[in-house]
């Protein structure tokens, strides 16, 4: 095994380990190559957990809706993305915005140069979804906004630790964060939904110095596509 996917094993058996988590049958073969494209991403999991949401909030989410949530963040994955400080606070629009842009650009590229029989509408469509996934919009974007939203509280307990513990961010500002994440949903079920993820997650922070959570090695794991999909490790 590779010294990733020997990470990733660590701890596989433990309670809450992701392994598997993200198994679902119905992915695409454009979703299984973004996957393998955004393969070894930190926030792998959180775009796959992404993806999970917007199924349950749309019901009968469409194929650009679920394809933009797995590569709404895909820019974080390549070096020269735009870059914050923690004092211009969690909502500065110049960040969110260029992010968002730079995204849009590089899933637009990417399905382009993989098929380019692929429909300008489908494109065009997942590119509105990704510049849109920060602020939301029409209800197919506040569906986008809101599974981000979720899927920050629902798979990044590792980050917030990890920040938390690195003194990149004291106990109070993580709660800033988690706080305008939570209070950003504009989908009432969404925000009913969040509540309770929001209060698991404060408590995970609040704890933070005496956690068993491991950031080294849930970082492994939420990077790894074939451990979150359950698949057989080779190598």
Same mark, same amino acid.
């Given at each position: 095994?590779?010294?990733?996917?020997?990470?990733?094993?660590?701890?596989?058996?433990?309670?809450?380990?992701?392994?598997? +988590?993200? /198994?679902?049958?119905?992915?695409? =073969? $454009?979703?299984? *190559? !973004? @996957?393998?494209?955004?393969?070894?991403?930190?926030?792998?999991?959180?775009?796959?957990?992404?993806?999970?949401?917007?199924? +349950?909030? /749309?019901?009968?989410?469409?194929? =650009? $809706?679920?394809? *933009? !949530? @797995?590569?709404?963040?895909?820019?974080?994955?390549?070096?020269?993305?735009?870059?914050?400080?923690?004092?211009?606070?969690?909502?500065?629009?110049?960040?969110?915005?260029?992010?968002?842009?730079?995204? !849009?650009?590089?899933?637009?590229?990417?399905?382009?140069?993989?098929?380019?029989?692929?429909?300008?509408?489908?494109?065009?469509?997942?590119?509105?979804?990704?510049?849109?996934?920060?602020?939301?919009?029409?209800?197919?974007?506040?569906?986008?906004?809101?599974?981000?939203?979720?899927?920050?509280?629902?798979?990044?307990?590792?980050?917030?630790?990890?920040?938390?513990?690195?003194?990149?961010?004291?106990?109070?500002?993580?709660?800033?964060?988690?706080?305008?994440?939570?209070?950003?949903?504009?989908?009432?079920?969404?925000?009913?939904?969040?509540?309770?993820?929001?209060?698991?997650?404060?408590?995970?922070?609040?704890?933070?110095?005496?956690?068993?959570?491991?950031?080294?090695?849930?970082?492994?794991?939420?990077?790894?596509?074939?451990?979150?999909?359950?698949?057989?490790?080779?190598?």
């Amino acid at each position: 095994m590779t010294s990733s996917i020997q990470a990733a094993c660590h701890l596989s058996h433990e309670e809450g380990s992701p392994r598997g +988590r993200y /198994a679902d049958p119905t992915f695409s =073969e $454009l979703e299984l *190559a !973004a @996957l393998d494209w955004l393969d070894g991403f930190y926030q792998l999991e959180h775009l796959l957990s992404a993806r999970k949401w917007v199924i +349950r909030l /749309a019901g009968n989410a469409s194929e =650009e $809706l679920r394809f *933009a !949530a @797995l590569t709404h963040d895909a820019e974080r994955f390549f070096p020269g993305g735009p870059s914050d400080k923690p004092q211009n606070g969690f909502d500065n629009p110049d960040y969110l915005f260029e992010h968002s842009k730079r995204s !849009a650009d590089i899933v637009e590229e990417w399905l382009r140069q993989r098929d380019p029989q692929l429909p300008d509408r489908f494109i065009e469509r997942v590119r509105a979804l990704i510049l849109r996934h920060e602020i939301g919009g029409n209800p197919e974007e506040d569906i986008m906004q809101a599974a981000d939203s979720l899927a920050f509280l629902d798979s990044f307990e590792w980050l917030i630790v990890s920040w938390i513990q690195d003194g990149h961010y004291s106990f109070e500002r993580v709660c800033e964060k988690l706080d305008w994440m939570t209070t950003r949903i504009r989908i009432q079920e969404a925000l009913q939904l969040a509540l309770p993820i929001y209060a698991r997650i404060v408590a995970v922070a609040r704890a933070a110095g005496k956690t068993d959570i491991n950031p080294a090695n849930r970082r492994a794991q939420a990077a790894n596509r074939a451990f979150l999909l359950g698949e057989e490790f080779s190598g």
